[in-house]
């Protein structure tokens, strides 16, 4: 039952947006499988290339 209704908000609510942002060309399709590490390298790059000036903050011994 729950995953019925995930499943009906996905089509009724997400996958509606999916189309308004790509009909306005500004959706990004990201491949979530990998590593956290290798998922978030990939959404960075397209902000880096989405959004002039963004540029990647320096690593810092936290975030090895």
């Known amino acids: 039952e729950v995953i ?3 499943l ?3 089509h009724t ?3 509606p947006l999916e189309a ?3 009909d306005r060309n500004v959706y990004t399709e990201i ?3 990998g590593s956290v590490h290798e998922v ?3 959404i960075e790059a397209v902000l880096e290339n989405s959004i002039p000036g963004l540029r ?3 690593a ?3 975030d090895r």
């Open 4 to 6: 019925q209704r995930r």
């Open 8 to 10: 009906q908000v996905y």
């Open 13 to 15: 609510q997400t996958a």
């Open 20 to 22: 308004y942002y790509r």
């Open 31 to 33: 491949e979530g499988a």
């Open 40 to 42: 978030f390298a990939r």
């Open 56 to 58: 990647p903050k320096e």
């Open 60 to 62: 810092t011994k936290a």
